[in-house]
């Protein structure tokens, strides 16, 4: 099983900031098949990047996702007030488990 | 548009089974294999199953083996996720969630079931 580690845990900043997420694998992601996902309070998580670098519909474009192997990253570029929730990194590679990173929180 | 509804909240004592409706609209439900993710209060998502609804094949999570059923009914277009002998460890929000054509990562989610497991 793929374990994921995000970090940092927590990130605080302003909007119009850059953020940066982590995601760590301990092993190669296979097909660079990494995800991201960012959670509401209350709400379902929602598919912002898939295979590593596209952005799913209706994402704007001040995110962008990079990496390979087994160091992935989330950028957000401009912080807007409605980016705010709890980031999840996830590999969905040749078969399952497919498994989530624990997490990590923006705050703005 | 596509759509995933799921079943209302659940109430359940240990020991006990619940089964949980995801009703899908707006595509075609075969084309489309389909998760189980959950996250108990306060933590992160972890994933729990899948299932071919073409064939109904079906893969779960090592730690769930002999306690969870994934069944689909193609008539309806519905999956659903069974879990038996519930334990308080159980209290959750579940999640059925649609794998991208494109991809394979979670395009399109359930809005959630909370299951309260408790004495």
């Known amino acids: 099983e793929i374990v994921l580690t995000q970090s940092p845990g927590t990130l605080s900043l302003s909007p119009g900031e850059r953020a940066t997420l982590s995601c760590r694998a301990s092993?190669?992601?296979?097909?660079?098949?990494l995800a991201w996902y960012q959670q509401r309070p209350g709400q379902a998580p929602r598919l912002v990047i898939y295979?590593?670098?596209t952005r799913a519909t209706g994402i704007p474009d001040r995110f962008s996702g990079s990496g390979s192997g087994t160091d992935f990253a989330l950028t957000i570029s401009g912080l807007e007030p409605e980016d705010f929730g709890v980031y999840y990194c996830?590999?969905?590679?040749?078969?399952?488990?497919?498994?989530f990173g624990q997490g990590t929180r923006l705050e703005i | 548009q596509v759509q995933l509804l799921q079943s209302g909240p659940e109430m359940k004592r240990p020991g006990a089974s619940v089964k949980i409706s995801c009703k899908t609209s707006?595509?075609?439900?075969?084309?489309?294999?389909m998760h189980w993710v959950r996250q108990a209060p306060g933590q992160g998502l972890a994933w729990m199953a899948i299932?071919?609804?073409?064939?109904?094949?079906?893969s779960y999570a090592q730690n769930l083996q002999g306690r969870i059923t994934v069944t689909r009914d193609t008539s309806t277009s519905t999956v659903y996720m069974e879990l038996s002998n519930l334990r308080d460890e159980d209290t959750a929000v579940y999640f059925c969630?649609?794998?991208?054509?494109?991809?394979?990562?979670?395009?399109?989610w359930g809005q959630g079931t909370m299951v309260i497991v408790s004495p």
């Open positions: 969630a649609r794998r991208s054509l494109r991809s394979g990562a979670f395009d399109v």
């Open positions: 707006g595509y075609p439900f075969s084309n489309h294999y």
């Open positions: 299932i071919n609804p073409s064939g109904g094949f079906t």
């Open positions: 092993q190669t992601v296979p097909g660079s098949f």
């Open positions: 295979d590593t670098f």
């Open positions: 996830q590999q969905y590679g040749d078969s399952p488990p497919y498994t």
